[in-house]
Every structure is written in C-alpha cells, then in structure tokens.
C-alpha cells in the first residue's frame, strides 16, 4: 500500500515523516495543517522555551496545548487557526440578526460557501466541504445559524476526539458571557 505520507522533499524515502505532520498539496510539510507540537523543521529540534533573538515580537511566548512555547510571531499552526476561525463563526452568528435582510442572508451564505474553497489548511477545508454538503448552511436567523455552526463544530470536536459543547449555551459562550457576570 505504501506510505501514506510521500517524503519531503530533500529527505530520503526511508526518513518518516514526524508523528501529526501533515504534507500540503504541494508535497511539502504544511505548517497550517500541522499542530506546533508536532512541527519539527528537518535537523532543527523543538525548543522547550524560545530563545530572545534582540526584538520585543521576538521574546514574546505563547504555550501551546501540550505545554511546549513558540515565538508569539509565528505563524498559526492549525490549532491556532482553528480557535481563530471558530471564534470569528460563532460570534459572527451570535450577532447574526433575527430577521436577516436577503442581502444578509446571501452574504453569510458567501462566507460559509468560501471557507472549503479558501481556508489554508487543505484537509480541514476538504472536511468542512464534505460536511457541508450533507448539511447544507442554515442562515434564516441568528438561532438558526449558531445552531447550525455549533452542530458542525461538534462534528470536528468529535472527529478530533474532543467533547461535544453543548449547543443551548452558545449565546453564553459567544455573546452574552455566564450569568454569573464574570465576563463583564
């Protein structure tokens, strides 16, 4: 069957390919697709804190999900684009509005349509296309679309191994914040 995972180019065949590196369509590694803790540049190791190279941008961290640290300027790995597009969907549907002009509706249909067409990390695009297309988009009101994204959420939560969110609380998570008023 082969290998599932075509070599870098420059590496030899016999080289694997890190654990969780994803190859772009382009044959080489994609940095958008690849989470940062499994991104190893060939013959570069993964440091455990960044190194101050004279910049403000460049001393500056961020820890990513397994405990790891990058330069706070580089460039999203997929979970950094991922939480960043979530965040712009949903809380672009938590503002939808209730009654949505047809010029609204045909607009939040462009967006969504564009994503598996324009979205940087190929498999997550051929996914959501996928899904799309058996869950065509629900852009009649602001209910109506938040419960449509949320649904497609969990499909990538679950595909992903990850918990389900559940789908009544989305107002509170993506516009009014807990009761409690812990968020302002």
Not at 55 to 73: E, I, K, Q
Not at 111 to 132: I, Q, R
Request: net charge positive; charged share 25%; proline share 12%.
């Amino acid at each position: 069957m082969g290998n599932p995972h075509p070599p870098t180019p420059g590496t030899s065949k016999s080289e694997p390919l890190p654990p969780g590196m994803v190859i772009g369509p382009d044959g080489k590694p994609c940095k958008v697709c690849t989470a940062f803790r499994n991104w190893k540049p060939p013959g570069i190791s993964k440091p455990k804190k960044a190194a101050a190279v004279g910049t403000a941008a460049a001393t500056t961290v961020v820890a990513t999900a397994d405990g790891d640290t990058r330069p706070a300027n580089c460039p999203p790995d997929v979970e950094d684009l991922g939480r960043a597009t979530w965040t712009f969907l949903h809380t672009t549907a938590a503002y939808y509005p209730e009654n949505p002009t047809p010029i609204q509706r045909a607009s939040m249909l462009s967006l969504l349509k564009s994503l598996p067409l324009l979205y940087p990390c190929g498999h997550c695009a051929s996914h959501l296309g996928e899904n799309m297309k058996d869950n065509p988009p629900k852009v009649g009101n602001r209910f109506e679309l938040s419960r449509w994204l949320c649904e497609r959420h969990n499909d990538v939560n679950i595909r992903l191994g990850k918990e389900k969110f559940d789908c009544s609380k989305v107002d509170e998570r993506w516009k009014d914040g807990p009761a409690d008023g812990s968020c302002g």
